[in-house]
């Protein structure tokens, strides 16, 4: 009786669409949006669980913390650093391996073998290479110089935006290769005839053309900077070094700890803050394409 109603109301089409998405949908809605809707309830109640409605004061509370103020800082400052380097770095090997090289479908699954690599396995790679006895400390003191507790010092952070950038620049440049190749030959050799160089080319003509492709690419590229933490946490612990101390330590802490009611604001706040970066790169985007229309 459902679907008859279903199929008199909407095409056929829509229909047929709506049902075979409606488990996808259901499991969505169950463990993703309910959960999510629990929590912005719960971030202002004083406790979990039928707890008395306190507004703000949880948020006051934890903007008012110096370890969630340092969290947030470390946070943002790695997503301030390491998605430019990612995207950059991304781009700069996709345009090198979109020219005629010699071993180029070997280089290209080089940069890919990373995805298909277990986090534990990345993290043991790591390890070995920045323990006080790892690798880099012993090409250290091959050329005299003193060893360095990596994790333990300000240059803890680079040693995680490093295995980001390990982590994630096959995948990117395989998406700026998808753009690449979409963007017609004739224009390249039409800027030829014209006089046109190769930097005037990378910037009136390839940048151009890529930027719906490099503006999925920077969003891509912060999500993945907020989840971070697996391998963080895999290195450090659950108390690292404080420049490695992200906002997913903050709230696996007062989970550890039972503060619920922080770690439902923390959450919020972040999820707050991922839903305005996203916004805004897809506000720039729409402006973009209404632009070239």
Not at 28 to 33: Q, R, S, W
Not at 249 to 268: D, P, Q
Request: hydrophobic letters at 50%; charged letters at 15%; proline letters at 3%.
């Amino acid at each position: 009786m459902n679907k008859r109603r279903l199929r008199r109301l909407l095409p056929g089409d829509t229909a047929a669409a709506l049902l075979f998405l409606a488990p996808s949908l259901a499991g969505f809605g169950l463990f993703y949006i309910a959960p999510f809707l629990m929590s912005l309830y719960e971030s202002f109640t004083d406790r979990a669980l039928g707890g008395a409605f306190v507004g703000l004061d949880n948020y006051r509370e934890v903007l008012a913390s110096a370890s969630f103020r340092q969290a947030a800082g470390n946070t943002l400052l790695f997503t301030g650093v390491g998605v430019p380097l990612l995207v950059a770095s991304s781009l700069g090997l996709a345009l090198l391996l979109n020219r005629p090289l010699r071993f180029r479908d070997g280089l290209r699954s080089a940069f890919v073998m990373p995805l298909v690599v277990p986090v534990a396995s990345v993290v043991a790679v790591w390890q070995i290479f920045t323990d006080w006895n790892g690798t880099l400390n012993a090409w250290l003191s091959h050329f005299g110089k003193g060893r360095i507790d990596w994790l333990q010092s300000d240059g803890s952070l680079g040693v995680i935006a490093l295995m980001y950038l390990w982590k994630n620049v096959g995948y990117n440049m395989i998406l700026f290769l998808a753009g690449l190749q979409s963007i017609p030959k004739d224009y390249y050799e039409t800027a030829r005839i014209e006089g046109a160089g190769a930097v005037r080319q990378l910037f009136h003509i390839t940048l151009v053309y890529l930027t719906p492709t490099m503006f999925f690419v920077v969003l891509i590229s912060t999500i993945n900077s907020f989840k971070v933490f697996r391998e963080t946490y895999l290195l450090a612990g659950d108390y690292p070094y404080d420049r490695l101390y992200m906002l997913q330590h903050y709230m696996n802490n007062m989970f550890v700890t039972l503060e619920l009611r922080k770690l439902t604001a923390a959450a919020i706040l972040m999820a707050g803050c991922i839903l305005v970066l996203v916004s805004a790169l897809s506000g720039m985007e729409r402006r973009f394409r209404e632009d070239i229309g």
